[in-house]
């Protein structure tokens, strides 16, 4: 099994740019796909990003997604902040048929 | 347009067998296209991908709670359901039901279970 590691928090102002990491502890980063999920209190995740840098319809292109094969992270590009940002973000990514949540990070803009 | 609700006891008393139902409507659970899914969220925590069932009744179950776990699929009722076993107070979370197309693409509302005697 593997671990997706992500800050805990992260905290910028509005209109600036975040980007959050999540590493994976074992296994290649690039071997299989990773996704992003936002998260607003009280609601369920909607979907930011899938196979590593795609966006569903729907989402602004502030957010981006990448993968960094030398640091075997991935990582969320957030640009031009909105207050409306605030919210929990999770990547997610699978290994044969098991599938594994980052831990989270609580991004904060003020 | 599609909707997910989960449904079931919101309390559970340590031991017992936790069951949630979730009902699919709006589209066909029977579609070749998609997997069902169970993610949970303890209160003020992260998310845990739970399984996953395909319309033929194939799973897949995350390595820590595959003792525990079942997944069923009922697609004459276009229902899929949970069945966790001998839970204890660190089974207590919100549980949504989703879709998975490429991604989550479509969740419940989720459930909240609470584990206590």
């Known amino acids: 099994n593997f671990m997706l590691t992500q800050p805990h928090s992260l905290s910028e102002s509005p209109g600036k740019t975040v980007t959050i990491s999540c590493t994976r502890s074992s296994g290649n980063i690039a071997s299989n796909y990773v996704q992003w999920y936002q998260q607003r209190p009280g609601s369920a995740p909607t979907t930011l990003i899938f196979?590593?840098?795609?966006?569903p319809s729907g989402v602004p292109d502030r957010f981006s997604g990448s993968i960094d094969s030398s640091s075997n992270s991935a990582s969320l590009t957030i640009s031009r902040l909105k207050t409306e940002d605030e919210a929990d973000y999770y990547c997610?990514?699978?290994?044969?048929?098991?599938?594994?949540f980052g831990g989270g990070t609580k991004l904060t803009v003020l | 347009q599609l909707q997910l609700q989960e449904s079931g006891p919101g309390l559970a008393k340590p031991s017992e067998t936790l069951s949630l139902t979730c009902t699919v409507s709006?589209?066909?659970?029977?579609?070749?296209?998609?997997?069902w899914a169970w993610i949970r969220q303890p209160p003020g925590k992260g998310l845990e991908w739970i399984g996953t069932i395909y319309y033929i009744g194939s799973t897949y179950y995350t390595p820590s709670l595959k003792s525990r776990v079942t997944i069923s699929i009922d697609t004459s009722k276009s229902q899929f359901s949970l069945r966790l076993s001998s839970v204890t107070a660190a089974d207590t979370a919100v549980y949504y039901c989703a879709r998975r197309w490429y991604y989550f693409d479509s969740w419940g509302q989720g459930t909240l279970v609470t584990v206590s005697s």
């Open positions: 196979e590593d840098n795609q966006r």
């Open positions: 997610l990514s699978y290994d044969s048929s098991n599938q594994v």
């Open positions: 709006g589209a066909s659970i029977n579609s070749s296209s998609y997997y």
